[in-house]
């Protein structure tokens, strides 16, 4: 997700939904958190961006970019969630959740992105594009996984969080990471709010550096994290560091600190990136699912 999966757009002024109440489905509100956190926590791996909002920002914040919705069956319980906003995340149970669920979305005039695992995403879209909503860009990405810490030859580096004086190194890199991903320039399209996510994320103690003499030579951040799962993003290696094993030492020490607090660290990367691939299967990365990210067009977004 990188970038636009990150946190504040301190207002809720491109929403159009808040009152939208299809079928079963209501918003969620402040108090149930807990009941929505039990749902999602059943699949932890695949629900940790929807759950690390939820930990950090209650169900009803600016900083999650959107508004979170939940379908219940006839007995009340919940069969599905989304977050319908910017970045548009789902988790259901049922067909009918998801298909109510993706009505819902349709009266969003605020979605940048869909996301979620791939059969789920297609039969989402189904539903959601019968409005006549296009896709700009999508693409396939696999969702790896790591849950016992690899060992490698050479001892610690100099890896440490980020400060907040250091904003202005990580966030040209992260820029650059989210442009190739969602063919959006975030320092051009929203320079004021990916300065404040960038920053929050320093803040929160979720972004990894090395840095050398003022230049940073290792990136690595912390997009979500619950109590079992951290889920990374933005993981980059200076190019004059990642042929002599230097890449493979700086994130798999950084997964052995992220596993001294959760179960296990994961990720998604491009399907047709192979080398990327084989990199993170030579960190101990295992493969777990196949996921869909859709890129809506531009005229489809509020500005």
Not at 12 to 26: E, F, K, L, P, Y
Not at 64 to 78: E, K, T
Request: some cysteine; aromatic content about 8%; charged content about 25%.
């Amino acid at each position: 997700m990188l970038e636009t999966s990150g946190t504040a757009q301190l207002d809720n002024r491109s929403m159009s939904i808040g009152s939208v109440d299809v079928g079963n489905v209501t918003r969620l509100r402040s108090g149930q958190e807990t009941e929505v956190l039990n749902f999602l926590a059943e699949r932890p791996i695949h629900t940790v961006a929807m759950m690390s909002m939820i930990r950090d920002n209650g169900l009803t914040s600016p900083f999650n970019r959107g508004v979170f919705y939940g379908y219940r069956d006839l007995n009340g319980r919940l069969e599905g969630v989304a977050l319908i906003g910017h970045a548009t995340l789902l988790e259901s149970v049922s067909d009918r959740a998801l298909s109510a669920l993706s009505r819902v979305a349709r009266n969003c005039n605020a979605i940048h992105m869909i996301m979620g695992e791939q059969d789920r995403i297609d039969e989402f879209w189904s539903s959601y594009s019968e409005e006549g909503h296009a896709k700009r860009h999508s693409c396939v990405e696999q969702l790896f996984e790591l849950s016992t810490p690899m060992i490698v030859p050479g001892g610690d580096t100099e890896l440490r969080l980020a400060t907040v004086d250091e904003v202005d190194l990580v966030m040209p890199v992260q820029a650059v990471l989210a442009f190739e991903e969602s063919g959006v320039n975030p320092l051009q399209a929203d320079p004021e709010g990916f300065r404040l996510r960038c920053l929050r994320r320093i803040q929160q103690g979720r972004t990894w550096v090395v840095v050398d003499n003022g230049s940073l030579v290792f990136k690595g951040e912390v997009i979500s994290q619950t109590t079992n799962v951290a889920y990374l993003e933005g993981i980059w290696t200076r190019h004059d560091k990642r042929q002599n094993g230097d890449s493979v030492r700086y994130l798999c020490e950084l997964s052995r600190k992220l596993l001294q607090e959760v179960n296990s660290v994961c990720l998604l990367v491009n399907e047709k990136n192979l080398r990327a691939k084989a990199f993170y299967r030579k960190c101990g990365f295992l493969f777990r699912a196949s996921y869909k990210t859709i890129f809506l067009k531009m005229s489809e977004r509020s500005n």
